[in-house]
């Protein structure tokens, strides 16, 4: 039991680490930077255009 509660204290300290130096760094914080990161990977894939999409060019 111990063993568990001194792991979870370490990953604990570990990544309020993390997070601090990362905030010290950035301003934004780590979930908004991946979802900013994820959106503009995928916003070419993801036009709504049906019609420049099908190759009518909307005529």
Do not use: C
């Amino acid at each position: 039991m111990y063993k568990l509660l001194f792991a979870l204290a370490v990953g604990i300290a570990i990544g309020y680490r993390y997070g601090w130096n990362d905030a010290q760094e950035h301003d934004k914080n780590v979930a908004e930077r991946m979802i900013a990161r994820i959106s503009e990977e995928t916003r070419e894939r993801m036009d709504t255009q049906v019609d420049t999409r099908h190759g009518t060019g909307g005529k």
